[in-house]
Nanobody, 127 residues
Framework: QVQLVESGGGLVQAGGSLRLSCAAS????????MGWFRQAPGKEREFVAY????????SYADSVKGRFTISKDNAKNTVYLQMNTLKPDDTAVYYC????????????????????WGQGTQVTVSS
């Protein structure tokens, strides 16, 4: 079993940047595909980004494509989400999730495809 802890959230002005981290313990992330999701108040949890086990394949939601970058550092057992040009609509609790296999494209945005979840970190973007 793997435990995930997100960090790096906070308050930032529109147009600013944040880098979220997701640190794993218990198992090595080199065996997991990883995803980032977010949930705004009153809304369902939505897919943000995905990276496969090897780190060679990534996917992004259309709303963040070109602004966010997911990466994986197996040596540090950490996954990152670099968020640039932030908008107020990006305000949400951000969660990282781990899947025990690389996922086909249509499954990457599905929450039930993932086996483990972190507790989330709040990101607030002011206008």
């Amino acid at each position: 079993q793997v435990q995930l802890v997100e960090s790096g959230g906070g308050l930032v002005q529109a147009g600013g940047s944040l880098r979220l981290s997701c640190a794993a313990s218990g198992r090595t992330l080199s065996s997991y595909a990883m995803g980032w999701f977010r949930q705004a108040p009153g809304k369902e949890r939505e897919f943000v980004a995905y990276i496969n086990i090897s780190g060679g394949t990534t996917s992004y939601a259309d709303s963040v494509k070109g602004r966010f970058t997911i990466s994986k550092d197996n040596a540090k057992n950490t996954v990152y989400l670099q968020m640039n040009t932030l908008k107020p609509d990006d305000t949400a609790v951000y969660y990282c999730a781990a899947a025990q296999r690389s996922l086909f494209f249509r499954l990457r945005s599905v929450t039930t495809s993932y086996d483990y979840w972190g507790q989330g970190t709040q990101v607030t973007v002011s206008s």
